[in-house]
């Protein structure tokens, strides 16, 4: 898996319903209907590119397979798309 630029990554997450924190990293959980999940991941603001191995400890965060986490960052998966994935694989309750 080539590079991901962290500012894209970090608007991708956003986009794809997870929430900043604050800190030296940035953590950034996910929320399902206003409510937060368990699932989340921590993003550097140090560096601008992020490479292997952190992208693929960052899928494995957010419960993907790299090329997964690839195409939630790249847009081909949608936030709908990526929250009924969680929901199917019992990370986030309906409701």
């Not at 794809?16 to 550097?44: E, P």
């Not at 790249?74 to 019992?90: A, H």
């Amino acid at each position: 898996m080539k590079p991901l630029k962290t500012d894209k990554i970090k608007s991708s997450l956003v986009k794809k319903g997870f929430s900043a924190g604050n800190g030296d990293h940035k953590y950034y959980t996910l929320y399902c209907n206003g409510k937060k999940t368990q699932i989340f991941t921590k993003v550097s603001h140090g560096k601008p590119e992020v490479g292997e191995p952190l992208l693929g400890m960052m899928a494995r965060q957010v419960r993907l397979s790299k090329d997964q986490f690839a195409d939630l960052i790249n847009c081909p998966l949608s936030k709908e798309e990526y929250m009924q994935m969680m929901k199917d694989q019992g990370y986030v309750k309906e409701g």
